[in-house]
């Protein structure tokens, strides 16, 4: 079949290592916003992973990728490029874990019409072992850097455009609750709760929120992770 491509006017921003889709410069709105429509450049904003980046960009969005460490982040730019030579690739270096970080990223980039919450950490530590500082970490940013970004993202989306997605990535975690990490099973589950009530801001639009609940997948750090939950269990 054909090409997927992206909707004529769409600003796609994820949060993980910080990968954003996006089709303008740094506080410039775009000329040729793409989401849902005829002039298609897509503005994605993805803080999250590389695959989804590299996707967004091979079906037309620009892409802002964003992370705490410059020398990562630039690496990641460098694989979009590379597996979409004609996509607009723009860094962001900030961390999305605190409400600064939030607020620095969405000044410079206001405006997005795809926004993939996908930033997140685990702790592989037993249920009497979790203290109040891990429990609140684990809140700020699994769960308030989906909440502050799709507070700011959803907003305009609703009150600006025609066409937008936010999508929060959880995990089967968050139904499933693993017993060596509840307090990132708990983090999960309220990325479901906040989803779905977000959704219903979005009723009579073509605006919508939705969550993908992924199961355990092979990554670079699988080893360490399976090692770490296993010694934790």
Known sequence: GSAVRLPPV?????????LVASGCSAGTPSPTATTNGAQTRAETMIA??????IGLAQMGADVVVNGRDSAAVDEAAAKVRHASPSAKVHAAVFDLGDAAGCSALVAQFPDVDILVNNLGIYEPKGFFDIEDADWTKMFEVNVMSGVRL?????????DDKDWGRVVFV???SGVYIPKEMVHYGFSKSAQLVIARGAAETTKGTNVT????MPGPTWVEMAPVRLA????AA
Do not use: C, P, Q
Not at 10 to 18: D, S, Y
Not at 228 to 231: P, V
């Open 209 to 212: 929120v939705n969550s993908v």
């Open 170 to 172: 959880s995990s089967e």
């Open 10 to 18: 769409m600003l796609a921003f994820t949060t993980t290592i910080g």
């Open 48 to 53: 999250g992973e590389l695959a989804t980046a």
């Open 228 to 231: 770490a939950r296993a010694e």
């Open 150 to 158: 799709t507070r700011h993202y959803l907003k305009r989306m609703l």
